[in-house]
């Protein structure tokens, strides 16, 4: 008995996110990079992102970028730039396109549509990761409540039994 103790306590599982032993009884991957719980679960964000194209990485980088103030500054500064340049504020550099600026209109309208077919990529994206979680947290409440119910069954037998003994 104490040898089959001894080799259970030495046994270990991998963690299937970062590929690093755990002892066999652990709930969490012993990585602090990491801390996915170990057992027959999946993981629905590595799913994803496992079946992510090249297109759709792009469009989260956009996504992520155009969400910070960075990118509002950046848009500042040049449009700034753009209207000092062309109305002859700054002489070193030639007007190029005169007011009403639709050089100007046409790039912001085509940056526009991009940005905004991104945005929807992303969003289709995170749709998706949203709805595989929900789920998979659906599988594992239905699977919680029929296990909750065998044992309500088995602990009213017991105490039928139990009750039968007296």
Not at 53 to 73: E, K, M, Y
Not at 108 to 128: D, H, K, P, V, Y
């Amino acid at each position: 008995m104490s040898a089959q103790t001894n080799v259970s306590s030495t046994a270990t599982i991998h963690c299937p996110a970062c590929h690093g032993e755990a002892p066999a009884d652990a709930v969490f991957c012993g990585n602090p990079d990491c801390g996915k719980a170990l057992g027959e679960f999946r993981y629905v964000k590595e799913e994803v992102q496992a079946h992510t194209s090249a297109i759709q990485r792009l469009a989260d980088s956009v996504n992520d970028w155009s969400g910070r103030p960075h990118f509002v500054t950046l848009h500042a500064v040049w449009f700034l730039a753009w209207i000092a340049i062309n109305s002859g504020l700054i002489t070193m550099f030639g007007a190029f396109d005169d007011y009403p600026y639709g050089l100007l209109g046409i790039i912001l309208s085509i940056e526009a549509i991009l940005l905004t077919g991104f945005l929807l990529i992303s969003n289709n994206r995170q749709n998706e990761y949203a709805n595989r979680r929900a789920e998979l947290d659906y599988e594992v409440n239905v699977k919680s409540y029929r296990k909750l119910c065998s044992l309500e069954h088995e602990l009213a037998a017991l105490k039928q039994r139990l009750e039968v003994g007296k």
